[in-house]
Structures are given as C-alpha cells and as structure tokens.
C-alpha cells in the first residue's frame, strides 16, 4: 500500500513538472520564430528589446531572451544559440523541436550575415 502512494505521487509529481514546463516551453517556442521573423526582416540583426518583437506581453515572462548579445556574438560562438532563448523552467524537455528551431535561427543569422566576397 505504501509503495502504491508513493508511485502515484511520484507519477503526479512528474505529470505536473510536465505541465509546468509546457507552460514556458510552447512560449519560447512561439519566442523563437518571433527572433526569427525578426532576423529576417532586419538584415540579420539580433532584437534589441522585447518591444522589437511581435511577441503577446503575457508570455515574456515565460521565456528567457538575451537581448545583451549581438547577431556577431553569436555567430562567434555558435553554440551560444542554445542559451540566448531557454524556457525560465530550464532546458527544453516536452517541445520536441527546439533544437531543430535554434538551429534554423542560426543557419538565417548566418545567411542574413554573410559579407559579399568581391560584390558576388
């Protein structure tokens, strides 16, 4: 009996750290292509603030966005795509695609900033 009730509250206490994490994690999906849509339309350009973003008001405290880092920073130190857009619950667990995403933003941060070689 006892190992019974300790397994549904096991059980429960992990359906809700899903649930928890599902509330940050779809609006920093949403937040993700929010950058994206952004790059493309501003030459490359990282967002500055919130307020670049077409991005609702009630979710941006779901999401942790580094606006501290430029387009080149990043670019520098590719890897650093993974820590500038994070749910505030912590790494992605239930979003099955922000990997994929983040890579996609920073395939168009590069494309968006690649300097002509001789006008070509």
């Known amino acids: 009996l006892i190992i019974g009730v300790v397994l549904v509250v096991q059980f429960g206490l992990a359906a809700w750290r ?14 993700i292509w929010a950058v994206t849509e952004y790059v493309e339309k501003h030459d490359g ?3 500055a603030t919130w307020d670049d973003l077409a ?3 009630d979710q941006r405290g779901q999401v942790h966005l580094r606006f501290d880092v430029t387009a080149k920073q990043i670019l520098d130190e590719p890897d ?3 820590n500038v857009i994070k749910p505030v ?4 667990r239930v979003y099955p695609h922000s990997k994929e995403d983040l890579d996609f933003l920073l395939g168009r941060l590069k ?3 690649e300097t002509p ?4």
């Open 55 to 57: 991005f609702p008001q």
């Open 80 to 82: 650093l795509i993974h």
């Open 45 to 47: 350009r990282w967002p």
């Open 117 to 120: 070689v001789n006008g070509a």
């Open 18 to 31: 899903l649930v928890e994490h599902s509330k940050s994690e779809y609006p920093t999906a949403a937040a």
């Open 111 to 113: 494309a968006l900033n």
């Open 89 to 92: 619950t912590g790494p992605f």
